[in-house]
């Protein structure tokens, strides 16, 4: 184990450490700290020697806000928008039934297995509302569900805006 080194008055980056505070969780020596912004916060040696911890969270904001800003990002969250944003109440980007969701296990949108009913549940989001499609034993009914609410709820709003593939 390596020697004590008192930090206190030292700075590192916007926090200048004001003294000893208590071990954290995993018996760490934590530094008092106050930041250019007037906030104090608590950070171990480590953090403040490898510029881990460099601000209370005020840099990580201004930076943010700085990348929000950027023309490159202005320019794709335009174009994301105006591809994907709410059409009649609808976000086309989530409709399209080509997608499937990283968390889906049975491999249909929209079509989930209820535990406590030991049944597949389908169901089919439409203007911000959750509409039931029913319970069904089997997986095929259910994914029948599904395709004919998305026939009648989604498709003419992508035949309307064209984004029919």
Known sequence: MGTFKDLTGQKFNRLT????GERNSSGQIQWKCKCDCGNIVFATTTYLKTGHTKSCGCLNKEEASKRLKKETFVKARKKYREDNFLIDGTSLALINPKK????NKTGVNGVYWNKKLKKYRAVINVQGKKISLGCYKDLKEAKK???LAEEKYYKPILEKYNKLD
């Open 17 to 20: 450490v004001l003294g000893l």
């Open 100 to 103: 499937l969701r990283k968390n």
């Open 145 to 147: 569900a599904r395709e």
